[in-house]
């Protein structure tokens, strides 16, 4: 199945998103650097287990993208929760991997304050309907609506988009 997929093309089409989408919740750039690698060494290691029929490239990298993160924080900080609640089903929001490098995007979302920044996260990168996102966060389902809409905005201002 992996015949019509080569590293090489997967790094060239994933790496910068890779290290935007880590540099989002790692700030130590050693560190981040570090994953990376350690996410194209498994992506290597399970090439010939990826099949499109189950999902796709984009989904099945970062997927294991988010696995290769969440055993970071297991790893460095085994006390912190944030990382228990991350849903399994991961789809990230191809407009936004399109319209810009996930590096500058990783940028604009640490410019936000922590909630907005939160709900954005759990929304695009965890995939968390807002319903649920207003229930975690001990908030309204309409404050988190408008939250999540100004944060869109204040991330749109950032991105000139």
Not at 56 to 85: A, C, G, M
Request: aromatic residues 6%; proline residues 2%; hydrophobic residues 40%.
């Amino acid at each position: 199945m992996a015949a019509s997929v080569n590293i090489e093309q997967i790094y060239t089409e994933y790496g910068g998103k890779i290290m935007g989408y880590i540099r989002a919740r790692i700030r130590n750039t050693a560190d981040a650097e570090d994953l990376r690698s350690e996410v194209f060494e498994k992506i290597l290691r399970k090439l010939d287990e990826f099949n499109p029929e189950k999902a796709s490239l984009n989904t099945w990298v970062f997927t294991i993208t988010r696995n290769t993160v969440i055993d970071h924080f297991r790893r460095t900080k085994p006390t912190e929760e944030l990382d228990e609640n991350l849903s399994d089903n991961i789809e990230l929001d191809a407009d936004l991997l399109n319209q810009e490098n996930m590096t500058e995007l990783a940028a604009a979302l640490r410019k936000l304050p922590q909630q907005l920044m939160d709900i954005i996260v759990l929304r695009y990168y965890d995939g968390k309907p807002l319903t649920e996102i207003a229930e975690m966060m001990n908030l309204s389902y309409g404050a988190v609506k408008l939250r999540h809409q100004n944060a869109i905005l204040m991330l749109r201002k950032s991105l000139d988009v």
